[in-house]
């Protein structure tokens, strides 16, 4: 901990040894602050107290306490040599040291520190007020006391000069409404950053009215302007529900920069959804038509297809929303491929399915 051999000094002709610390960042304290002096004339002169003293505030307790229990120097030197100065584990960074009164710093936060917050919420997806949370606040001020905590104001705009992107953005958008009946659209931004794909949540907000496609549009054409990057439109993408369709549109002429449906990406995945349904529809249960007689193995599916329609329905019902663009998200847009089929081809597709049918209503 000291270098090996102490110097010899006199103060006040008194003869003592001068033991200079070993550590690079030295904190003792005074005009002399790296030496401890051993006076030769007194009782304690051969005592190591006050050495061991020292390299506790410089090297850390658990340090000290580890060469103290090594076998020899040299082994001592090597646990020196290993070490960072202080130790650092949780337990020791916190651990009380002197009985003097406990302070806490109240230094605030570097630009450093301001930008991390901005980085959270950006990619966390959290909305911007959530630095008004009584939970973040407490989090951010707890042995910082003055610290400011950024505005929800100061974080969008942190957050804007995250999108001063050179390129064209990507951007993503779905809508839903509430179990309380209210109208929420969110915005998502996509782009590449040295290579890696990075996606943030743009915003999130409550439509006023219904999301109708005028709505969205002007919802979505606000959130532009508000960043400032209306003109980095490269693509949105949606569903195929016709609120969206109406959407694109509009924003054509909101949006100067937006061409329209020429850079629209439709919804790969609702895409896959929509023709999943399309080919399980040669699966619903037939309905007889005015006058027209079913044989006994269609009338047997009907009867046990009963009570499952009728739940299917009251389901149907619960999931409804009031928005109008959620109604037209089915398969009745979609072209249905046995209308081209001949008489005699519909009634062989129709007695080739029935077996499935019957077991999928069973099941």
Known sequence: ??????????????????????????????????????????????????????????????????????????????????????DGTITAAFERSGKGKVTYSHRQHTKTESRCIVRWVSESMRPFQIVNDRGFQSLMKTGRPDYHIPSPETISRDVKQVFEHDGALNFATDAWTSPNHRAYIAITIHFEKDGVPVAMLLDILEVAQSHSGLNLAAAFANVLEDFGISDKILSITCDNASNNDTMIEELEDLVAAFPGETNRTRCFAHIINLVAKSVLQQFDIPK?????????????????????????????????????????DNVNSLEDEREELSEAERRALKADVQPVCQMLVKV
Request: hydrophobic share 30%; net charge negative.
């Open 1 to 86: 901990f000291f270098k090996p051999i102490p110097a010899i000094e006199h103060i006040d002709n008194r003869r003592v040894h001068a033991f200079e610390c070993g550590a690079k960042h030295c904190n003792g304290k005074g005009k002399n602050g790296r030496n401890v002096y051993r006076y030769l004339d007194s009782s304690d002169a051969t005592s190591t107290s006050n050495l061991k003293r020292h390299a506790k505030i410089c090297w850390g307790e658990e340090t000290v306490k580890a060469a103290g229990n090594a076998k020899d120097a040299r082994a001592a030197r090597v646990i020196l040599a290993k070490t960072n100065l202080k």
């Open 288 to 328: 007889a038509k005015d006058g027209e007689d079913l044989n006994e193995p269609m009338r047997e599916l009907v009867r046990l297809a009963e009570n499952l329609e009728f739940e299917e329905e009251s389901l149907q019902g619960d999931r409804e929303s009031d928005d109008e663009g959620d109604k037209d």
